[in-house]
C-alpha cells in the first residue's frame, strides 16, 4: 500500500525526530567552542552536505565572523588560531583528509561533523560532532530510512547547524537583528 504524501512526511519527520532524540545535551558544544574561539573558519564538504555546510557558513558570517567556503578564491592561508570544519558524514572523505592536513601542517584546527565518528577522516580531526543519522556508508543495512541515502543526515545536519548558530549568538552577544544587519542588500 503506498503512502500519501502527509503520510511519508510525517515518517521522514519522524525519523528526524529520532535523530535529535539520540543527540546527548553537548551533543554541539565542541563545535560551538572551536566556532567561538577561531579567529578564522573554513568550510568543507561536498554534495548534499557541502550544501549545508554553505548555509552553515552564510549564518556565521551573518554572525560577524571571518567565515570562508573552500574552493572559493577568497580563502585564506589557514594557521594557528584557526578552525578547517569538513563534513564527512560517511566518515571517509579523501579530499576532506587531504585539506585537513594541509590546515593541520600550519597549526589551524580541524573539526569534523559525521556520523561515522570511527571512520578514517574523524580519526585525522581535533574534534568530532557526531550527528546520529543514516548515510550512505548505512543505507543498505538495519531498518533504512524513508528517505533515499544520505539525505536523513544531510537534512538532520541542516538543522543541527541552525541550532548551533542559535549557541554561537548567544555565546558571541549576538542577536537576530545584528545578524540581519549583515544580510546582503544586494539581491
Known amino acids: 500500500m503506498t503512502q500519501t504524501l502527509s503520510q511519508q512526511g510525517g515518517q521522514a519527520l519522524g525519523e528526524l525526530g529520532a535523530v535529535f532524540a539520540g543527540l546527548p545535551d553537548d551533543a554541539a558544544d565542541s563545535l560551538v567552542e572551536a566556532i567561538t574561539k577561531a579567529r578564522r573558519i573554513v568550510v568543507y564538504g561536498c554534495g548534499r552536505e557541502g550544501l549545508a555546510l554553505k548555509g552553515f557558513a552564510m549564518r556565521l558570517f551573518h554572525l560577524g565572523l571571518d567565515v570562508h567556503v573552500l574552493a572559493d578564491m577568497t580563502v585564506p592561508h589557514l594557521?594557528?588560531?584557526?578552525?578547517?570544519?569538513?563534513?564527512?558524514?560517511?566518515?571517509?572523505?579523501?579530499?576532506?583528509?587531504?585539506?585537513?592536513?594541509?590546515?593541520?601542517?600550519?597549526?589551524?584546527?580541524?573539526?569534523?561533523?559525521?556520523?561515522?565518528?570511527?571512520?578514517?577522516?574523524?580519526a585525522l580531526a581535533d574534534a568530532v560532532t557526531v550527528i546520529p543519522a543514516q548515510t550512505m556508508a548505512n543505507d543498505r543495512t538495519g531498518t533504512p530510512s524513508l528517505l533515499p541515502m544520505g539525505s536523513l543526515f544531510e537534512i538532520a545536519e541542516t538543522i543541527f547547524f541552525e541550532l548551533v548558530i542559535l549557541k554561537v549568538r548567544d555565546a558571541l552577544g549576538e542577536t537576530s537583528e545584528t545578524m540581519r544587519a549583515r544580510h546582503t542588500n544586494l539581491e
Open 79 to 122: 594557521e594557528s588560531g584557526d578552525l578547517l570544519i569538513v563534513t564527512c558524514g560517511t566518515g571517509h572523505l579523501p579530499s576532506g583528509e587531504t585539506f585537513m592536513q594541509i590546515a593541520k601542517k600550519d597549526g589551524a584546527k580541524t573539526l569534523v561533523i559525521t556520523s561515522q565518528p570511527t571512520g578514517s577522516t574523524p
